[in-house]
């Protein structure tokens, strides 16, 4: 009985085969549509020098962080994504089906798309402050802006190896700070937590070994120091529209 089992299972496989269906061609026929417009992806330039952020982040670190591990990490996925239908795909379309895509996608395509978010979202100096609406929210999630980082940083601490924190706006509209592990966004089906991300903090060694060493607290410390302000009060107003 078993014989037969395992013959019939090769002669359905084998006709599926010279049908041209293979179980990668069914998946794919069988997942979403995207139907917004197109977008390019591109390798956005940075919006200050290499030097830009010092004396909190070293100009040596932000130019190997931005010019080799992210370039990489975008080469990579448009490579990956280039052979899906989605190339040109939102990539808030893209990271609610990237379990679907494989891990190459999800590795990279979080790698390009955390990074941007982490660079746009820094500046030479802490700039502006929490707008009216943000800081409301803030005070009702957190209690406060210092008790907030209280939490941010710890999450940062507390994220075993590689891997991001973030404050989001989760799925009920309410402020949330969290933790991915690698280069997973909460904007992924996969993620533990979901939301729309407002700025997040690189916690692999990358983003701040060659100046902190293994004193990832001091440069988490440091990271408020460089928040721009502006960009995230846009990122809130924008995530509360949808």
Known sequence: MKTNNLLTIALLTFFATMNGVS???????????????????????????????????DAL?????????HRNYYNQFMKFIGETPYKNASIEFIFSIVSELGNPVRNNGGGYYNHVLFWEALAPQ??????????????????SVDQ????????????????????????????????????DNPLMDIAQ????PLFNIDVW????????????ADFVQNYRKMINWNVVNERYANAMKK
Do not use: C
Not at 193 to 196: C, F, M, S
């Open 23 to 57: 179980d990668a061609q069914t998946t794919m026929t069988t997942m979403k549509q995207y139907n917004g417009q197109p977008v390019e992806h591109i390798f956005q330039p940075l919006p200050y020098a290499y030097d830009g952020l010092e004396p909190h982040m």
């Open 126 to 143: 802490e700039t502006g402050a929490p707008s009216p609406e943000l800081l409301k929210a803030i005070e009702k999630a957190f209690g």
């Open 61 to 69: 670190t932000v130019e190997i962080h931005y010019d080799r591990h």
């Open 205 to 216: 060694e990358h983003a701040y070994y060659l100046m902190y060493q293994n004193k990832r």
């Open 148 to 183: 907030f980082f209280e939490q941010f940083n710890q999450k940062a601490m507390t994220q075993f190896g590689s891997g991001w924190a973030w404050l989001i706006v989760d799925e009920k509209g309410e402020l949330q700070v969290t933790q991915t592990p690698n280069q």
């Open 193 to 196: 937590v979901k939301g729309i």
